[in-house]
């Protein structure tokens, strides 16, 4: 059977001879410590980040006394993104216990 250009799966049914490439990738114990070292970084960027949401949720809820209008929402969003940080966090130390 000789493909023809009007066929649809005309380059599914030509013959291509196996290619061999060598792999540049990095054997899987260093991929394992890179992926340990990223995992860090993420996990102190997020603890700064919840760091920094929590005091902004105190002061919200300090100064909710006086403003009452967009505070809850705002309070909720803020528990939200809160809530969604610790389980970034949760997931990191999960996968990689020694982050």
Same mark, same amino acid.
């Given at each position: 059977?000789?493909?023809?250009?009007?066929?649809?799966?005309?380059?599914?049914? /030509?013959?291509?001879?196996?290619?061999?490439?060598?792999?540049?990738?990095?054997? &899987?114990?260093?991929?394992?410590?890179?992926?340990? !070292?990223? /995992? !860090?970084?993420?996990?102190?960027?997020?603890?700064?980040?919840? /760091?920094?949401?929590?005091?902004?949720?105190?002061?919200?809820? &300090?100064?909710? !006394?006086?403003? !009452?209008?967009?505070?809850?929402?705002?309070?909720?969003?803020?528990? /939200?993104?809160?809530?969604?940080?610790? &389980?970034?966090?949760?997931?990191?130390?999960?996968?990689?216990?020694?982050?």
């Amino acid at each position: 059977m000789t493909a023809e250009p009007s066929d649809p799966f005309w380059w599914r049914t /030509a013959a291509v001879p196996e290619q061999r490439t060598l792999s540049l990738a990095p054997p &899987r114990a260093q991929q394992h410590l890179a992926d340990v !070292r990223q /995992a !860090r970084v993420f996990i102190e960027v997020l603890q700064a980040e919840l /760091a920094d949401l929590t005091s902004i949720l105190a002061v919200t809820e &300090r100064s909710s !006394r006086s403003v !009452r209008s967009s505070t809850g929402r705002h309070r909720s969003g803020l528990s /939200a993104r809160i809530d969604e940080v610790t &389980r970034l966090l949760d997931a990191l130390t999960e996968r990689f216990p020694t982050a």
